[in-house]
């Protein structure tokens, strides 16, 4: 008799592995579920593997684009960057991998899901929380939370987590060593509309992009090559303990840095401060995991309303790590030269500037008054 | 019949000379102030100048340790940054030439200070706030901001401004182009105590330097050879007005990306989470010239607060224009290798975060619920 | 000959009346404007008046029913208190004046626009501001900033001013006193839609209204009758001064009550917490006279989408001064009765709590053992 | 053979009573505690009642003085309010009871510690994570979310509930209804220095206090004797729940209106403005149970900062239900009226509000002008 269906996230990896195996001795009838994001795999070899091993069904899905757009275009309007740092890699796919999950498994009629995130880490959150809003009713197996799974497998994973551990050099997938890469610069154009990429262009070799796949898999490729966007870094995880992460987001650091540029360029200063705020609150809960809740669906929406005018060209170079803001333009600048030349007076007075800063000082010489009093009396 | 005392914040240069000649011209007796912030300027040139024009005294300030300890110390604590690029360069630099201009100012019984900037920028603001703040009787002479000055003077203006605008490559003055830097990186070790560096060692050569100034200039030499920190940014400034900048801070910089990575390590997340909120408002009001209020000594008393634990070492590689953190050591880490390690179970229990994860998700399973019943009725 | 057309924000009281006089003395025509907001005022008497002085143009202009709807509404939706006490009345009338105003300038060709607020308080801002912001190329006369009017009219504004401040028994116009009020409550109940109240019935007496206006004046109505918000106390204006403020706002109050009441009934946690943050800065913006402002903009974009699910009815008592929430319901509650009883443990598994509580433990545990660990070396 | 000592937050009442039994039963060496901060309680009665009932010690606690000085003024300095409306009563009164808690558990060398909160409450989390903060290795006892304890006792648990949820008009233990509260009012002057009070006189008596725990206990006489303080609200819950609370906080809701009045009197504009983000953020720290975590200590740090000049007397009224200000001085006030006076005008320049004006207006006129040219186009 079967318990039921479960849809496990397969990565076609060891760990993962195991998991469908200890499911399917526990009586599960287990449907595997690989979505491809863009990383590196072979997925023929994982649907293989997954058969041979039991699964019932394999699911194998192409959720790149809905990736690029619905999940890392929110992130580059937001300029999310958690804790000064973290360009939020993993922390924005997870969202995006358990919403299909939940879609087959509500299709498939499945009351179960699963996944082989640790039970330290951000990961199962993200994951669990994401199904948690979307399917209420889900039951959640965590196989790594389970003592007769971890007891059993332990062993392996201490094997895993060396092999992942010891090989620092090899860490890096998408960027070069920046000592390695190339000492020609490629210099890009990027063109956004409401605050996210429409259009790249390398203005060395004229090559050109302009549906959002094919833009941020460019970006990577272009950042990857000159080593943009390595971070080594100890970072606060949500359930409060430290640790270190390393990572690299070549593709998502050079959005930023242009997306930065163009925002300030067209962006009211007080908008751009309130809206900072609610990025740094955004970052927050993407990478506690909380993509699919009101406060982050509510701060997406602001999000997205503050960016209706950010709209223009940021020419940038790339080189040895690093990525420079050449120039930017826009239809929708807020930059005035003539307002802001010391050539031309135009429309603006500079008389006024001395009852401005006059009528800031009121309270602070009021203060100094005060202090000059106490201190009198003492 | 002399009008009275006036210290002029002055520099040596053309604009600052005529104001001199100006004020006196206008029946002024003029006090000339120079305060050496680590600038390169040939003082002792600038001095005969002054006494040449008609000054009735010079003051030549070495300001150097007191800009490094009292002004960039606590920029560094707060990680200041200006909408998320401009590291406040200038802006931390005014307040201290400011402070000693009013002592000077008073001392000698002056009833007038005044100074070269222009009338549409920050600086006219971060100074005057600066002298009504210490001094609030005192009565300021901006020129640029009075007709019957500018109105002359307007063609040297333009020509000095052409001059500035029209000679981008020279405008670096303290970092190298990235792509004329060295090939081969230096390695720094940063000591901080309290959130401040107390000593940076070289790991290519040993040199070593432990006095907050030495400290600071090696860096900014260091971070200079290497091309760090250079940035072109359009910024909006106090008074409305978007404007570019294009800034170098090399050891600025690397201080920043060193400090923060301190921080993370030893500063409890929560503490974080609201000290980066204190360090935004920090840089705002610092921009914008609110040095000397009484909210800005208050947020530097919390901020300063905040980084009693802020201690250790971090060691990090300089190339190319890049800062990468290598490591980073402290007594009073709040990393805890065990309790994070997935091969350690130690005091945590994986079955908590089932728990922890359950609980959260209440909420968002409610709002599912409440949802779903809407869409039912409508 | 004309020095051009004026449109004068008039309110047929004596220092208005010196204005509208000194302005055609200056060679001015004069188009008087009155707003009725809702104030008790004989206005076709301001009419004659403003006539006889020689108005050219008198427009007296019913603003009430866009007064409640486009203003106060969103102060509502807010919960918009400046400084955790005052609720607003005149700050959010001005920006609601002045647009009119410029409607009427614009409308009548007239260049020029005045108005009768001192030159050291808030009004004179947000009037400007509003002028500034919806009729960028507009001229401000501000006559009580001009030193030729107000060393002439001094004498009669130490006057007026005299006779304002001696006479604090009288200074409330809508509220009774407390202590004078009825024994008797009145018991109403507010439905709301969207974060706005669409109906309010006396159960009492089974009054009932549902226009925007009807609702208001009669909160205002009962409210007055017992004596509902009075405040008298200090504030801290734009221009940095503080000042005592003698306020009553019966209507305002009530409705800031209950709608915080169902707000919470009916508004996810952390998104409340967010929207509280925005409602705190609207309500900053609004006080210094930013009502048009792109942050202004934003913000009550912001929170206007908050309250799309700010639905139900509440019950309240007025007595005395107080306004007492008795009870609420809503089609849109977020309060599961089920979910929170301990009689019911339904989907909520206690255990969890277990997991929860260790969680949010796990970093004030390490903290203790840091703090431990340093003690023991130090 | 014992399973060891715990150390049981006993109330005398049937839960509690309970829990004793039943921990006996398990095998502990039970002793009980009970805290006296100021609720109406026979004590002796309790002490007999645990003795009889086999509690191995019992400890009966004298804590009112150093819970108003430790945990309740640093609220009334905060103007601590959760959700703009609860004064936190229960959640401040945890901490300090389970520090004391905490303290004989090492005393008497117990392992073990227990309450009877329930499963899906606060309190639960208040008590565990003082706890936990405080004595890292404690084990905790929650019997209210053990099965066996639960499943047994729930009968009673649903008996008491009913009890205490049917009897709404004996609910509020310190407060008369504002309908019968007398006609006449109290004047009070309370006196603060640091934020705290210090004094407190009823000018219609001369009666004063000036003791914390008597200043605290005469403003709960006060209020309660007129109705002050009484709110029926849904709150949010920090695991995710909505619940319905009745609370009455008569003192404390004096305390609040008088500290708001003396702390705006005395505080300069801007630090208040960041001083009240960090009172929410405070609130929600306590009412989520981390008065012991880094980030509170931090914030009580802060906050307590900010009152070093919140200094002086405030005069005011206590009738039905509401208290009025009616007025207050101060050595440290920033007030001054002659500066903010219509008829002097000192050293304020009112032309330099017209600077003021139109440099705060640059930006909305460049908005302005962008909206033209977007809409010319298209």
């Known amino acids: 008799m079967s318990k039921g269906k479960v849809v496990l996230a397969y990565s076609g990896g060891l760990d993962t592995s195991c998991i469908l195996v200890w499911l399917k001795e526990q ?22 593997k997954a058969e041979s091993l039991g699964a019932k069904k394999v699911f194998i899905e192409d959720l790149r684009t809905e990736f690029v757009e619905d999940f890392i275009w929110p992130a580059v309007q937001a300029n999310a960057v958690y804790e000064d740092r973290y360009l939020l890699g993993t922390a924005v796919a997870r969202p995006c991998i358990a919403r299909r999950q939940v879609e087959i498994a509500r299709r498939e009629g499945a009351q179960y899901v699963s996944h082989g995130a640790t039970g330290k880490g951000n990961d199962q959150i993200r994951f669990e929380l994401t199904c948690y809003a979307l399917y209420p009713e889900v039951k ?63 203005m060395n070799d004229g090559i050109s992009k302009n549906t959002a796949l094919d833009v941020f898999s460019y970006l990577n490729e272009i950042g990857g090559k000159h080593g943009v966007g390595r971070i080594d870094i100890v970072e606060n995880r949500f359930i409060g303990m ?13 959005l930023l840095k242009a997306h930065l540029d163009i925002e ?14 609610l990025g740094i609150k955004f970052s927050e ?16 929406h602001c ?23 050449l120039g930017r333009e826009s239809p929708k600048s807020l930059y005035n030269e003539e307002l802001v030349s010391m050539d031309v007076q135009g429309d603006y007075d500079p008389c006024d500037a001395s009852g401005f800063i006059r ?20």
């Open 264 to 277: 300030t360029f067209t962006m009211d200063k007080e908008v751009r401060r309130i809206k900072q705020g």
């Open 359 to 378: 009528i800031n000082a009121v309270r602070l010489r009021e203060h100094h008054r005060l202090q000059g009093l106490s201190s009198t009396k003492q």
């Open 140 to 202: 959640i197996i965590a196989p790594w939370r389970i003592p007769e799974f971890y007891n059993r497998f332990r062993g392996r994973t201490d094997l895993m987590e060396y092999a992942r551990s010891r090989a620092p050099a090899d860490l890096y997938l998408m960027t070069k060593n920046p000592e390695d890469s190339p000492n020609v610069q490629d210099v890009l154009e990027i063109e956004f509309k409401k605050g996210v990429p429409v259009k790249v262009t390398n």
């Open 303 to 325: 999000i997205a309303k503050s960016q209706e005018n950010v709209e223009g060209k940021v020419q940038l170079s790339v080189l040895k790590g690093q990525v420079y803001i």
């Open 285 to 300: 809960l993407v990478y506690n995991g909380f993509w699919y809740s009101p406060e982050c669906n509510f701060v997406r």
């Open 27 to 48: 009586g599960y009838d287990v449907i595997t579920y690989l979505a491809n994001i863009g990383q590196d795999e072979d997925f023929e070899a994982a649907r293989k």
């Open 242 to 254: 430290k640790s270190r992460g390393i990572y690299e987001t070549p593709g998502g650091t050079v």
